[in-house]
């Protein structure tokens, strides 16, 4: 299974990214698929999830109304949208994917891991 994350980059505060996972080795359909965020210093954290079948969708509280999840079944791909980025956004950001009996929100429900796409929000 490859996880390959993109989209990461430098923008001001208020800014936008919008960042792209694509995966291959697995039957992408079949798996609820995560975005985690960790910062220097602190732990890997939940941001955003959605379900196979796009029904589910979850959000951490914080990026609630400015970051958006999406997938592209056909091309195996996730997407996250942020607008309104702030300081405290930045962190590496990782797509996973997780078998969809499991938690959608637990980082644990997730064995495959893409590598990080560094965002960084300046003040």
């Known amino acids: 299974v490859q996880l390959q994350a993109s989209g990461g980059g430098l923008v001001q505060a208020g800014g936008s990214l919008r960042l792209s996972c694509a995966a291959s080795?697995?039957?992408?359909?079949?798996?609820?698929m995560g975005w985690f965020r960790q910062a220097p210093g602190k732990e890997r954290e939940f941001v955003s999830a959605i379900s196979w079948n796009t029904d589910t969708t979850y959000y951490t509280d914080s990026v609630k109304g400015r970051f958006t999840i999406s997938r592209d079944n056909d091309k195996n791909m996730v997407f996250l949208q942020m607008n309104s980025l702030k300081p405290e956004d930045t962190a590496a950001y990782y797509c996973?994917?997780?078998?969809?009996?499991?938690?959608?929100?637990?980082?644990?429900?997730?064995?495959?891991w893409g590598q990080g796409t560094q965002v960084t929000v300046s003040s």
């Open positions: 996973a994917a997780a078998s969809r009996r499991l938690s959608m929100i637990r980082l644990e429900s997730y064995p495959y």
């Open positions: 080795g697995l039957t992408f359909g079949s798996y609820n």
